[in-house]
């Protein structure tokens, strides 16, 4: 397949090579000027999306990506399919869809769950939204650059499943990152607490996958000094997504409202550029009524 991959970041440079070695010619653009291996480099979106069988965007936020799709619908070849693959606000993805749909495009809004390993490795999930023939186009897509692809619903029913998901992760996280810090103070050690959590009705992919107590569990940014991973700055985003999505749809998330001050405190407090399991060691070192 001819494909064109706009925003070749810390995801999409990955992603997009991927589809390169497995055999699919791919052009890419980065207004930063990236340059990825075995991608041919194209001096706009509009040529990058210029007469591809599929798009693929993978973008900052939603402001970004409905600029981008301003610019590049026009020039979409009749039957292609536009994926988007950046977390935006799920308003922003149907503005893209219907701007896709507006000029004949098949379209899909695919954010994806996995993070930098997942993108390098190919084994992102896909969560994905829009019409079944859109869906379908993009599957062969999906299956190279991941493992597992859901297909959600209509337009934005993707980006509503991501903000969803990531806010039960964002609360969870601080959920066990308060026990670990409890459990300090009680003097209990952290081994013997996950032992007990991992495997009792506390159990969760924030303890059992991904525990954020250094040394503890299976290997997870925190036996690497907290390095991301997924930064905490990227956690705040989803979790600000899912609180202007509860916003325009008037839904009760008090603790995801919880979790994004939590967290919007933490990277204000040297957080950024950590990874959002970190929120251990910041909470451990506060006491009773300062959270
Ligand atoms: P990034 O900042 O590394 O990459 C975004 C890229 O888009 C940058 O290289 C930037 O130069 C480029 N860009 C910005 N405006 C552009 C434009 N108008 N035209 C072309 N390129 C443009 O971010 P990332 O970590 O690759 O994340 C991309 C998306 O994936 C975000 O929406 C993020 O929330 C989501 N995401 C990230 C992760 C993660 O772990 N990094 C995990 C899941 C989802």
Known sequence: MEIGFIG???????????????????????????????????????????????????????????????EIVRNGKKGAVFIDCSTVDVESARAAHELAEKTGLLSVDAPVSGGIGGAAGGTLTFMAGGSQESFDAASPLFDIMGQKAVHCGGPGAGQAAKICNN?????????????????????????????????????CWSVNTYCPAPG????????????????????????????????????????????????????????KGRDFSAMLPHLAEKGHGSG
């Open 8 to 70: 070749l970041g810390n995801m999409g440079a990955p992603m997009a090579q991927n589809l390169s070695k497995a055999g699919h010619r791919v052009a890419g653009f980065d207004v930063a000027g990236v340059t990825v291996e075995g991608v041919e480099t194209v001096g706009s979106a509009g040529e990058a999306a210029g007469g591809r069988d599929a798009v693929i965007t993978m973008l900052p936020n939603g402001a970004i990506l409905r600029s981008v799709f301003e």
């Open 167 to 203: 806010m039960i992760l964002g609360i969870s996280m601080i959920g066990v990152c308060e026990a670990f810090a409890l459990g300090d103070k009680l003097e209990l050690d952290r081994q013997k607490l996950f032992d007990v959590v991992s495997t009792s009705s506390g159990s």
């Open 216 to 271: 503890v569990g299976p290997s997870s940014p925190a036996d690497n000094e907290y390095k991301p991973g997924f930064a905490a700055e990227l956690m705040l985003k989803d979790l600000l997504l899912s609180q202007q999505a509860a916003g325009a749809v008037d839904a009760a998330t008090p603790l995801g409202a919880l979790a994004s001050a939590l967290y919007q405190s933490f990277v204000n407090d040297g957080g």
